[in-house]
């Protein structure tokens, strides 16, 4: 086992120094999300719901949100700012006896291990409370919360059970216990008897997660009938390309202040042409003298390459230079009625 905490545990003038263990494990069967169709597993990225962009671990700080919507932001030095006297220290506060402790209050279980050379002093402790039948309650902090915790003696180690604050138990408010429901005393004594009937102690062992020892089975039926999926690997480049041009394709936005989806790939004269005449109609917001202009100017431009075309190609090329001439020339015209 790796312990999770060091610290000691106060004991009145006795200082004990202690590591803590996670004294629980799951062994429950986990799943992958995957492709139902390849296997391939299914990934989730961490992304800022304002611009989209996936955001790295470092850049990542804690928030409350306020009621009004407001968030307040929180950073590592925030957190260690927090006078938190329980941060590397395990006060004992008083003794009760175990019986006084609902289970509901508890939450977690962990192993303490005397740190070095402070094995006697933890017999000690160990001996005193295991005497006494009692069980210390103390104050931790695991991980930036600080939580009530039982300390108890089992199997010669000592035991801290994290426990809920008295605010986050919620009170049973069910419309029965207001009802005056009676059972019949003949009813009553046939339940005490299948109780009765069915005490006894208490083992453990002797119960098995059926569910478990069910699907452990089924995995194997299928591994041993082929029933599983060739993964190949893939090298995790594909989400990263397309977070670039995403972001490439945003900036370039921004810049030009129109939709990203109206860029064109400059490589090709006959995709630039088209993009300049959807441009054009979005400048009728501009003044009429300014518009006039721009329009005038772009027959003209256009002028230059169907003579240049005329006199370097042959009669029959002339004609085709001809033509898209007369077919720019109807816009011009258009263009001066507007004016």
């Known amino acids: 086992m790796r312990s999770i905490w060091r610290g000691a545990v106060s004991f009145g003038l006795v200082s004990i120094g202690v590591k803590l263990y996670s004294a629980t494990e799951d062994k429950d ?11 391939g597993r299914i990934k989730y990225r961490r992304v800022c719901s304002i611009d989209g962009e996936e955001v790295e671990y470092s850049d990542i700080a804690k928030g409350y949100e306020l009621p009004d919507g ?10 260690d700012d927090l006078p938190l006297s329980t941060r590397r220290e395990i006060d004992v506060l008083q003794f009760v006896a175990q019986d006084e402790i609902d289970p509901i209050q508890f939450e977690k279980t962990y192993y303490l291990e005397p740190d070095g050379p402070a ?22 902090a695991i991980r930036q919360r600080e939580s009530l915790a039982a300390l108890r003696v089992r199997d010669g180690v000592l ?8 605010d986050e138990i919620r009170t049973p408010d ?20 299948l109780i009765a009937s069915m005490t006894g102690e208490f083992d453990p062992t002797e119960f098995t997660d059926d569910y478990r020892e069910a699907m452990t089975a089924l995995l194997e039926a299928k591994q041993t009938g082929g029933e599983v999926a060739q993964v190949p690997e893939v090298e995790d ?13 945003r900036s370039v936005e ?14 090709s004269d ?39 075309a005329a006199a370097e190609k042959p009669a029959a090329k002339k004609t085709t230079a001809a033509k898209k001439t007369a077919a720019d020339k109807p816009p011009a015209k258009r263009a001066r009625r507007s004016a």
Request: hydrophobic residues 45%; proline residues 7%.
């Open 270 to 308: 006959d995709v630039q042409e088209p993009a300049a005449a959807t441009k054009a109609p979005a400048k009728k917001a501009a003044p009429a003298k300014k518009a006039a202009l721009a329009k005038k100017a772009a027959p003209a431009k256009k002028a230059a390459p169907a003579k240049k």
């Open 237 to 249: 480049t594909g989400g990263a390309v397309v977070d670039l041009m995403s972001a490439l394709r």
């Open 70 to 79: 407001q968030v307040v932001i929180l950073t590592d030095e925030d957190f």
């Open 159 to 166: 035991v801290l059970h994290t426990m809920r604050w008295p």
């Open 119 to 140: 094995t006697r002093p933890y017999v000690l402790l160990r001996d005193a409370l295991e005497n006494a039948g009692q069980v210390a309650i103390t104050k931790i």
């Open 29 to 39: 069967i986990r799943f992958h999300q995957v492709h139902a169709t390849d296997g």
């Open 254 to 267: 921004r810049a030009r202040g129109g939709p990203a989806d109206d860029i064109a790939d400059d490589s």
């Open 174 to 193: 069910f419309g029965f216990l207001d009802e005056d429901i009676t059972v019949r005393p003949q009813e009553l004594k046939m339940a005490e008897a």
